[in-house]
């Protein structure tokens, strides 16, 4: 897979943290994307152990939190898309 399948190479993750009221993703480019934790339902309600145990998947494209079953995309974090349920 070439990274144009897989998304622009500015719009990939390295690094994901929180503060109190925010999801925080690190991309690539240097930029630094903050979403309200209110969107991600699964994340606001877990431990701060759960949301510190993430996997960058899709070769930068997703995140995923195995001990919530919690899965997002760059693309849809970035463009402000909520969680669907």
Known sequence: MTASEL????DLVVKVDFTADSLCLHL??????????????????????????????GMG???HWPDVDEDL???GIVAG???RF
């Not at 998304?7 to 500015?10: F, L, M, N, T, V």
């Not at 979403?35 to 152990?49: E, G, H, I, Q, S």
């Open 7 to 10: 998304g622009k190479a500015e």
């Open 28 to 57: 690539a480019d240097g930029r630094e994307i903050r979403v309200p934790l209110a969107f991600y339902p699964r994340l606001k309600n877990a431990t701060k152990a759960q949301r510190e145990n993430y996997q960058v998947c």
């Open 61 to 63: 494209t997703g995140i």
């Open 81 to 83: 898309r909520p969680a």
């Open 73 to 75: 995309s760059v693309e």
